[in-house]
């Protein structure tokens, strides 16, 4: 019985609308069940896209919650001409990048970029459930230059449409195009060598 009660909360929580959710928060009295509202639409989505930046699952709880804050601090000032979903990806977006550039300052000793620390925790994350082949193409994406592998990321693994894209990342269309061509052509070439 329990279960059948967790599927249909899940279910009512994913139907919601995010203008149901501003409404919520609007309301002093409220605003406790827009952020929990917000966080079971939102949380699985934002996890997996801060995971395929800072890859460490750890890493990517923190900065999920790092996120779950900026979003909150900066929802009494949403202005709403952007959708919520693409305020929130830009934020989580902007704070795994942040994440990963103080994790390198704060690595000055190591001889290797942080994209092959990345690639090396991959390799012992026990969160990891790929097989070999999936492990490659992940040290293949690591490879690439940091803002090649959001948008290879964002185009593959989550089909994100390119106006999409465009609005969170805040480039143009052909841009992103033009990208998301060049990190597929290195991914190839990097499987195809190694």
Do not use: C
Not at 125 to 144: P, R, S
């Amino acid at each position: 019985m329990r279960y059948f009660y967790i599927q249909f909360i899940y279910h009512f929580v994913a139907q919601i609308e995010d203008k149901d959710i501003l409404a919520l928060f609007k309301d002093e009295k409220t605003r406790n069940t827009a952020l929990t509202q917000l966080i079971s639409k939102y949380q699985k989505m934002l996890y997996w896209h801060i995971r395929k930046i800072v890859i460490d699952h750890d890493d990517s709880d923190d900065v999920l919650q790092n996120t779950y804050i900026k979003i909150w601090k900066g929802l009494e000032n949403f202005r709403e001409d952007s959708q919520l979903y693409t305020w929130m990806y830009r934020i989580a977006t902007n704070e795994a990048l942040t994440h990963l550039r103080q994790k390198q300052k704060a690595n000055t000793t190591s001889l290797h970029p942080i994209e092959y620390q990345l690639s090396k925790s991959l390799e012992s994350d026990t969160f990891f459930e790929g097989d070999e082949i999936q492990l490659k193409l992940q040290q293949a994406i690591l490879t690439l230059p940091e803002k090649q592998r959001l948008v290879f990321n964002m185009r593959y693994y989550d089909e994100t449409p390119y106006e999409k894209m465009s609005e969170i990342l805040e480039t143009s269309v052909g841009a992103l195009k033009a990208s998301y061509h060049i990190a597929a052509k290195k991914v190839e070439e990097f499987l195809i060598s190694h």
